[in-house]
């Protein structure tokens, strides 16, 4: 589809006429709104060709359900994707407005925590740009994760509310609600030999969608994110009648709650009932949607699973298979044997974490009280699979017991997910490798074949092409535009990695990228920063997993080291972070204040804050990680290794040059493959290595008594910095140290004096850079979603 300029411009004129401006006296917000509207109708019109050309070529669709997708923002990846910046740009100009002044306009659509949201929205743009056929599935929530205010060091929690802003890239589709059932009771009875049950008394929740679409690059696809709100029905007049006031009120507060607002954790689980109810909500509105459109398009279930792939983002959306369940039994009449077998060869499963406190587990008693058919149902589920268990070994009690949906009151919902889907994957080579030989090791000596890899990957036009110019500048001089369609081709890069006028050139590409990010946090936080000295960077979600505090401990070393040494040669660093705190994991809050304090002591000390500074970037999101990514010369990943899944922070550093500084953890296996040891700074234990230190027992406090380097940072900590104690930090690391800080911190702060060391090297030093811009190309959501489609969805 081709769109004229004068076509362009008119349609804005419209849509500002809609508004009710002119376009001489327009603000930026009123020309973001005109023109995102423009741009929206424009998607909605290419998705309906590619919906139609789906429907008569009868492809298989994929459904991707996840709680979270953390898309950002819309309009400039967009007009990216269809090609249509450049003309945009010159039109806006017309109007003496500025383009980027108006993405400044676009809230954040926060509909996610971190990685594991984000990794959704990427997929939604490799499906689209693959050219898939593809929805994505999630709620509305009416507010989004928390807007991050820092006070005093403190992290305070403010409401997002995105919709007043964000609401242009929604397309409501109310002929299409469904209502979704909730509690109330199920009479069972028997008819003619039948069995038959029925549910009463539930409540209804409406669930309406409302569609955003995401185009692909330079393709006919578009991927629709389908996200539903909940509303209560019509208003409940028999209730009401018969006098039930409450009844009749009650029903519309609850099921409105239901969208309002996102749980803020990230790699944790709160086992509350609104979770819960969150959670079928989206499981029985997508399952009702799905199956409506294919028996529209082909009058019967029996071929569904032939013509639908679902896939369950982590077990949140695991209540899809005992829905889906549901649908075949008792609405459509099917025998458990044929729903089942439908069930198993349409759903696949994508586990994000292994640590104990994200498995999610609910309490039998609510499940039952919230959900009792999809009960009845998951536990006719476990009933058979113990059965089967039985006979193939009885003799094994526990591990029938490891095993089980339902135990001990409880209802296991990995378990679920890995007996009723057709593959398993993990998110990268390492994390696959531990589901196999850990949390899912009964499983996979079961079924083995059900287990594979895929390897996460990022929407990489949106850290490259999109925020990096001057970086995408030197590739297209370099190695052509190719690479900004096909990832692969970024490995072109590699022959100029030596060369010198390049280096040159990728060195003022990040020199400007610096500046820029230090222009935002002078404007935004009053805080300035040395261009000259090393960006040596920290984004993620604040978890101790992730070893924020290990970083801090280098830090304070360091600043003890120059409060020693102040004339010592020190090559100068700035350590960034930026992170949010689950708003009631109190370690991960103190860790923010010991960042803040840290910051604000070591620059009070003129004679050490040229040389080391630390600074905390309020409200870390998807928008800032792509003024981020670009600024950065050190890409922290020091996560246990064994504890991150795979990261997807480390793909969108390396892409932009940064070194990683990181264990062999998660997705940095890969990396390290890739670039090897020469471009990357590996440290630390392996997860091998961590496994074998347990065994024979850990103790920290010994490391502490007998390291006085670690002694006297951990003692600075308790006696005070920036006026503020931190004995909670101290005591954990001293006496529990979960993580293993404390082991990694010798091997840490050696590869951090590496860094210092390699970046006196500039040309050794952008050498490595292109090499890791060079090898990012395998991190491309285009390729991980091809990887899906071919090993999993069998897609073509
Ligand atoms: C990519 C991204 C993440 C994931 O980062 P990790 O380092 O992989 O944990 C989290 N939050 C935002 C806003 C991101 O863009």
């Known amino acids: 589809m081709n769109y004229s300029k004068s076509y362009l411009k008119s349609e804005i004129v419209k849509n500002l006429g809609t508004l009710r401006v002119k376009p001489e006296t327009a603000s930026n917000e009123k020309y973001y709104k005109a023109v995102s509207m423009v741009v929206n109708k424009l998607l909605e019109n290419k998705s309906k060709h590619f ?77 689209a740009t693959r050219g898939y056929n593809s929805y994505g599935y999630s709620i509305l929530y009416e507010f989004g994760i928390f807007k991050q205010k820092i006070i005093d060091g403190w992290q305070t929690e403010l409401p997002d509310n995105w919709l007043p802003g964000g609401e242009v890239w929604l397309n409501p589709q109310p002929e299409l609600a469904v209502d979704v059932h909730f509690g109330g009771h199920i009479d069972e009875f028997w008819d003619n030999g039948y069995h038959y049950s029925s549910h009463k008394n539930y409540s209804v929740v409406k669930a309406v969608p409302y569609d955003m679409y995401v185009s692909g690059y330079n393709s006919t696809g578009v991927s629709v994110l389908r996200l539903w709100k909940a509303e209560s029905p019509a208003f409940d007049m028999e209730s009401f009648n018969r006098g039930d006031y409450t009844g009749a009120l009650g029903q519309s507060i609850s099921a409105e709650a239901i969208s309002k607002i996102l749980y803020p954790n990230d790699n944790h689980t709160q086992g509350k009932m609104l979770r819960l109810r969150q959670q079928y909500f989206l499981c029985a509105a997508s399952i009702a949607d799905i ?55 349409t759903f696949a499963y994508t586990n994000h974490t292994v640590m104990k406190e994200a498995l999610e587990i609910w309490n039998e008693d609510i499940f039952k009280e919230i959900l009792p058919r999809i009960y009845q149902i998951v536990a006719e589920i476990n009933r058979r699979f113990v059965e089967e268990m039985n006979m193939c070994f009885g003799w094994d009690q526990m591990r029938i017991e490891r095993m089980a949906i339902l135990s001990n009151h409880q209802v296991r919902m990995a378990n ?37 890899n895929v390897t996460n990957g990022i929407a990489y036009r949106r850290w490259l092409s999109q925020s990096n110019p001057a970086l995408t500048s030197l590739l297209k001089e370099t190695i052509g535009d190719g690479f ?28 400007t990228a610096k500046q820029a990010l230090a222009d935002y946090m002078l404007k935004k936080q009053k805080i300035s920063m040395n261009v000259d000295s090393i960006f040596d960077v920290q984004v993620k979600r604040m978890h101790e997993y992730k070893r924020q505090h290990l970083n801090a401990l280098n830090i304070i070393t360091d600043y003890l080291y ?131 230190r347990k065994e024979i027992g850990y103790s920290p406090i010994e490391i502490y008594n007998s390291n006085p380097t670690i002694r006297r940072a951990i003692d600075l900590m308790l006696s005070g910095i920036n006026g503020q104690t931190f004995e909670d930090i101290a005591n954990s690391l001293k006496f529990n140290d979960p993580y293993m800080v404390l082991a990694d911190f010798d091997s840490y702060r050696k590869a951090q004096n590496k860094v210092s060391e390699l970046y006196l090297d500039r040309k050794k030093w952008n050498e490595m850079s292109a090499i890791n811009i060079a090898g990012a190309g395998y991190f491309s959501a285009d390729r991980a979603i091809e990887d899906y489609a071919q090993k999993i969805w069998k897609l073509n």
């Open 291 to 345: 199956t409506n459109r294919h028996m529209r398009d082909y009058g019967t279930l029996d071929n569904f699973a032939e013509k639908n792939a679902i896939h369950i983002n982590d077990t949140h959306p695991t209540l899809a298979i005992p829905e889906l369940m549901r649908i075949l039994l008792d609405e459509c009449g099917y025998g458990w044997d044929q729903a089942w077998k439908i069930v198993r060869e």
């Open 562 to 692: 120059l409060l020693d040494n102040p004339d010592a040669p020190f090559v100068p660093k700035t350590y960034i972070f930026g992170a949010k705190a689950a708003p009631g994991y109190y370690m991960a809050k103190q860790i923010i204040k010991l960042l803040c304090c840290l910051s604000e002591e070591i620059a009070r000390n003129s004679q050490i804050s040229d040389k080391l500074s630390v600074v905390y970037i309020e409200d870390y999101s998807v928008t800032l990680s792509e003024l981020i990514m670009p600024a950065s010369e050190i890409s922290e990943q020091i996560s246990l290794a064994g504890t991150e899944a795979s990261g997807t922070g480390n793909m969108k550093f390396m892409l932009n040059g940064a070194i990683t500084l990181g264990t062999l953890d998660g997705a940095n296996v890969e990396i390290h493959d890739i670039v090897g040891d020469d471009n990357m700074i590996v440290f630390g234990m392996t997860a091998e290595e961590v496994v074998q």
């Open 416 to 452: 679920l997910c890995v007996y009723a889907t057709h593959t398993v994957n993990g998110v990268s080579r390492l994390h696959s490798e531990i589901i196999k030989d850990d949390v899912f090791n009964d499983f996979y000596k079961m079924t083995p074949d059900k287990f594979t």
């Open 51 to 127: 919906k139609a050309h789906n429907a008569s070529t009868g492809r298989k669709q994929v459904s991707y359900l996840s709680m979270e997708f953390l898309m950002g923002r819309s309009l400039k990846t967009n007009l990216h994707n269809l090609m249509l910046t450049e003309d945009i740009r010159e039109i806006l100009k017309e109007f003496d407005v500025n383009l980027s002044d108006i993405y400044e306009c676009e809230p954040d659509a926060g509909l996610g925590n971190g990685g594991l949201g984000r990794l959704a929205a990427c997929y939604l743009d490799g499906l």
């Open 484 to 511: 900004i369609e096909d990832a692969s081709e970024l490995a072109k890069f590699k022959k100029f990695a030596a060369d010198s006028a390049v280096q040159k050139k990728l060195e003022q590409a990040k020199q």
